[in-house]
């Protein structure tokens, strides 16, 4: 059983061991997004892309929260309990949660309900279009049959169901009005982490009758209610939103919180670096243009104030189109047969060195960022302190190196190359292939990335196999380019949403409606080379098997290595980065919200600032 109380003591005494600033703290924060990074829904349930749920987390209050160190904590829950070891969950919510509109006036009582609410809503497939359901699916008695129930009801029909025939199949339920209860598929553990995802947040039924279903699908920041610290009160597209601190927030004497938090849209990398020594912004974070300059310069105004960042919670990797289509509309035959072959595939695995790409990053220390996993590392950890991450890298035989790109293999990628070269040719494909990439037209950091990427694949692998074929998006990456299946490559981050391998492995398996990478990006389920389907299919099983492991982490982790390898070892997924940057701020990173998993780690709470930047000096003491 888990009680707040001990939390709370813990969490009391860790800030009690942070050193605070001597200088004034900041009262209204000023942060920035690159416009490559707008939002694309303020629909909370819906949105599984971190450019949303960033600024949405900070509008909806979870029934649980992480503190700087990670620590699960209360929320909306003030407390939580199992009786039967981990298959029964009981959160308590505390009694004076409200929902407000952006303007801050009062809309409703936030009760117990609207945990039941939400969950319907994510689980109602003509509701919420399969999106999110993977984890309630996966650890909720009756969640997967509610979900089958509606996708075969007519459209219409689902979306008029409330929470009846919702009760009558889960195992949700409130044994009274701030009394929320989930009972698991088996004895789970880590069901609490998922308490502090967007699969679990409220949602209120006053505002679905007010606004409708297809009203809230289409939610902006003026119809959206909130109940978390902030409230949306200004949102221009592509310029800048302002944060608001919520009046009503019912943890407003206990946490910290600014007066608004206003994040300007921009350009570029560079463009934000100008603002921020303009006075503007509160951090940055470098581009490698300006780190080499502070860096080299010991005399340099910035020099003493260089931070090397905490690593985010996003692994990225280099996600293949197994479906990709020309400009109009018909299959790309070239770049789908190539990337069909598994040679072709590994040649890119083993041959590509992403040195000077993570250079990009980290111009000081680029092999900080490597990274040959696809699951992110600190997500889950065994009974004998092992990351799960090293038990896939002790699968694949491979450890990081201090001096080169650990996984890269001249000799295997010269053979994988070779192999493929003879095969697609004899398939009658004009080589080399062109690996079709989408930036935004407007990015000039996008731009100098993307050739810094074209130039180490002809580096390591020359030009008569593949080469990159750069192209441009106006706004939107999923309507322009993601929807008509433009690419044949995505580099993106993928973190994870609770404490658990299953994040990251079930997002691309074959066959499954909730397999996000799978159904969004790759498009394996469109394939249609036999070899290829059947590793995709193994890939899966090795991955159904692990997840019905629910009686012994430890197995469970082993099983999930297994299969994690295995789509290593076949480049199904090719892993590639970490985020390690290098900025200058005004905000102690050890004194906000940090998780490995879950969006808590974007809430602008409890930050310690000031208005003088930081220096190395008082990270050391923020570190220690």
């Given at each position: ?118 969950l ?10 399969a ?50 209860q ?58 800048e ?5 919520n ?94 072959n ?11 060195d992403?040195?000077?790409y ?66 697609l ?79 990251f ?76 940057v ?30 003088e ?12």
């Open positions: 059983m888990k009680k707040a109380l001990s939390l709370v003591l813990a969490l009391v005494m860790l800030l009690a061991c942070v050193p605070f600033a001597s200088a004034d703290e900041i009262k209204n924060f000023k942060d920035y997004q690159t416009q490559a990074n707008e939002m694309e829904t303020f629909c909370y349930h819906y949105s599984q892309a971190a450019v949303d749920l960033n600024v949405l987390s900070n509008c909806y209050e979870h029934l649980l929260t992480n503190d700087a160190a990670g620590a699960l904590i209360p929320a909306a829950a003030k407390e939580w309990s199992t009786p039967d070891g981990g298959q029964t969950w009981i959160f308590k919510l505390n009694e004076d949660i409200v929902w407000v509109d952006y303007t801050g006036e009062y809309m409703a009582d936030c009760t117990a309900e609207d945990w039941l609410t939400g319907e809503w994510v689980l109602n497939f003509a509701k919420n279009k999106a999110n359901t993977s984890m309630p699916m996966e650890m909720i008695k009756g969640a997967a049959e509610y979900y089958n129930y509606t996708k075969e009801l007519p459209e219409e029909e689902a979306k008029a169901l409330g929470l009846d025939k919702f009760l009558e199949m889960v195992a949700v339920s409130c044994p009274d009005q701030y009394t929320i989930y009972e698991c598929v088996d004895k789970l553990a880590y069901f609490p982490s998922v308490a502090t995802y967007n699969c679990l947040a409220p949602l209120s039924a006053e505002l679905i009758d007010e606004i409708g279903v297809d009203g809230y699908f289409g939610a902006d920041y003026t119809t959206m209610w909130y109940n978390g610290p902030y409230t949306i009160t200004t949102y221009i597209y592509q310029n939103k302002v944060l608001t601190k009046a009503s927030y019912h943890a407003i004497d206990e946490v910290k919180l600014f007066d608004t938090v206003t994040v300007k849209m921009v350009e570029s990398s560079d463009v934000a670096y100008e603002m921020f020594d303009a006075g503007e912004l509160d951090y940055i974070e470098l581009p490698a243009s300006k780190l080499n300059t502070i860096y080299n310069d010991p005399n340099h105004k910035y020099h003493n104030n260089l931070i090397e960042a905490r690593p985010t919670k996003y692994s990225y990797q280099i996600h293949l189109v197994y479906d990709k289509k020309m400009e109009d509309g018909t299959p790309d035959v070239a770049w789908n047969t190539a990337v069909a598994e040679n072709f595939r590994l040649a890119l695995y083993y041959g590509l992403a040195t000077n993570l250079a990009r990053t980290n111009d000081i220390n680029p092999l900080s960022c490597q990274n040959f996993c696809y699951t992110a590392n600190a997500v889950s950890v065994n009974s004998a302190g092992v990351d799960y991450t090293q038990l896939v890298r002790d699968n694949l035989g491979l450890q990081y190196a201090n001096d080169h790109f650990a996984r890269l293999d001249a000799e295997k990628a010269a053979a994988y190359k070779a192999a493929a070269i003879e095969e040719t004899a398939a009658g494909i004009e080589l080399p292939i062109k690996m079709a990439y989408y930036i935004s037209g407007s990015s000039t950091t996008a731009k100098e990335t993307a050739d810094v990427f074209a130039n180490l694949i002809k580096t390591c692998l020359g030009d008569d196999l593949v080469v990159l074929d750069t192209k441009t998006y106006v706004s939107k990456l999923n309507t322009e380019v993601r929807d008509p299946q433009l690419a044949s490559i995505y580099i993106n981050g993928w973190g994870a949403d609770f404490a658990d391998p299953i994040n492995l079930g997002q691309e398996t074959y066959g499954e409606d909730n397999a996000y990478y799978s159904q969004s990006y790759s498009k394996i389920n469109n394939a249609t080379d036999e070899k290829l389907i059947a590793t995709y299919k193994e890939f899966t099983r090795l991955v159904n098997e692990a997840k019905a492991i629910t009686d012994d982490l430890d197995a469970r982790y082993a099983a999930f290595a297994v299969a994690e390898a295995y789509m290593l070892e076949h480049a199904l997924v090719i892993p590639w980065s970490y985020s390690v290098w900025e200058l701020t005004k905000v102690n990173n050890y004194s906000k919200v940090y998780s490995a998993y879950g969006n808590q780690s974007e809430r602008y709470v409890n930050y310690e600032t000031s208005t930047l930081y220096t190395a000096e008082d990270y050391k003491a923020f570190v220690k």
